[in-house]
């Protein structure tokens, strides 16, 4: 059982990390505070993984055929490259590095199975392609809607506010359901877990991650997102959201920082904001490429040492 | 705090809109003690001017109090103060214009310019109540807006009479001719303030909107 630790570390890391994108605007302008949005974060994350987390963990699995010495390399190697990849600023996401390192320990034991890839590789790319798409329906659609019916600013001040604090809760519930395969998915495939056990054990470190270190995330990325009115803020966190449970009914886990950086860009493209520029593209394509094949080249090297 | 703020319904801010009515209000009634105290030459009446003005800063201390308590989302918070702090603005210079008069004799020359300009500043107070309002109740601020702009561009057009007519005047004194140079100055000056209010108005409108 102490291999399944490497996956607890991972979801701490990924806790602190993507929780950010949940409540970071709404805990950075004020809107919740910390300590509530920690708590619902935690709460409806761990839902999510309990519910539906099962759902993506047969991807992860289905990869490459591992043995429990290999799942306990993939998740260490995942985490290790997420910091390094963190450290050096390059945006990483949990799923392409463990998609990455099962890839890795597959190619050494020959069992990778590369026709799952198509499936995978096409929905990292219809993420933030989906962000986009939603972000924009949603803010025109439902921007009209309110703009017909809920004139009074005291009742739309109400109503942001709890469109903000029901889109968290669904983005907690959503990023559980989606990225809890990440952490212990490979365990499954190996046989260490069952499915109920893997998505409790990784809800709970994910939540760990959450309740204990994610605050300098949440006003680093809250703060640094384009500065966006409520309604826009409220939207941006909703299209997160439901770009990651669609991927998640899908069986695919995806990136949720690249879900909200594509609704962003919808967003703003209502606005006709210059939101997509070419470097923000460069470096997500570049994320793409970068962490499955770091993180890939890391197991190769982590379990060779191992077997040696 | 986040059930607290949903069981409320609004209380919080439904007090702190009732207070800035009040705040817009008050005034009007203090440009209207200015003008019937201007027009009857009631110096004791112009006094009570001082008394209205701490009341405005008094209720402009308890707006900002309940909105930094609470009331509204961080995002509108700032520009609600801000609005609140431009009508308070117009108060210190009512105040001022009122110490102004009690502390000199408007030339007859220009007395009746002077009593039509503080009655246009009753209906372009009276035009800010109404645009806030609406600005609460989400409709359309342009035609209030514009309304206030002709009230200003009429008031503007009139301060520049007056002023041609008190350089006419016969000045033995420099503080004299000061004190009336600032006396014509705030008179004409509280209509700009509160163009820059209900411009104000307009970008919290604005901003709430989808």
Known sequence: MWKVLSGVFLGWSLGANDS?????????????????????????????AILEGPKCMKTVSEVSRLIPIEAFCCTLA??????ILTLIAVPASASQAIIGTVIGAGMLSGTADFSKLYKIISCWVFTPVSGIFFGYVLHRFSGYLLNKTVLNITHRNML?????????????????????????????????????????????????????????????????????????????????????HIFTQIGVPVSSSQAVVGAVVGVGIVGDLQT????????????????PVSACIFTCLLVSVINF | MFLEKILSQGKKEQSVIESINRHIRLLCTAC????????????????????????????????????????????????????????????DLLEDTALQYLDTEIPEQVKDECARVSFLNVRICEMLLITFDAMVKGDDLREKTLAIRIYEKKIDDIKFDLIRDIRKLPITNFWEGKILADFVSGLTTISDIIEDASDHLQIINVSMRA
């Not at chain 1, 995942?78 to 910091?83: C, R």
């Not at chain 1, 054990?201 to 270190?213: A, P, R």
């Not at chain 1, 826009?232 to 959201?241: E, I, Q």
């Open chain 2, 32 to 91: 209207e003690t200015f003008s019937t105290a201007l027009k009857n030459r009631d110096a004791n009446l112009m006094r009570n001017i001082i008394e209205l003005e701490r009341e405005g800063d008094f209720v402009r201390r308890n707006i900002i109090s309940d909105i930094y308590q609470g009331a509204f989302l961080p995002y509108l918070r700032p520009e609600l103060c801000r609005f609140v702090e431009i009508v308070d603005r117009v108060f």
């Open chain 1, 276 to 291: 997509i520029s070419p470097k923000m593209l460069m470096k997500i394509a570049g994320g793409w490429i970068m962490t």
């Open chain 1, 78 to 83: 995942a985490a290790i490259t997420m910091t």
């Open chain 1, 20 to 48: 950010a994108n949940i409540f970071g605007t709404g805990v950075a302008t004020g809107v919740v505070r910390y300590r509530t949005a920690i708590i619902l974060t935690s709460v409806f994350l761990f839902i999510g």
């Open chain 1, 160 to 244: 942001y506010f709890i469109g903000i604090l029901v889109s968290g809760c669904y983005g907690a519930y959503s990023l559980g359901a989606n990225n809890v395969a990440n952490v212990t998915g490979v365990y499954v495939g190996s046989g260490i877990l069952s499915a109920e056990a893997a998505a409790l054990i990784g809800g709970l470190s994910i939540v760990s991650g959450v309740l204990t270190y994610s605050k300098k995330v949440m006003m680093t990325v809250g703060k640094g997102i384009v500065p966006l009115d409520p309604f826009s803020a409220f939207v941006v966190v909703l299209t997160g959201a439901l770009t990651l």
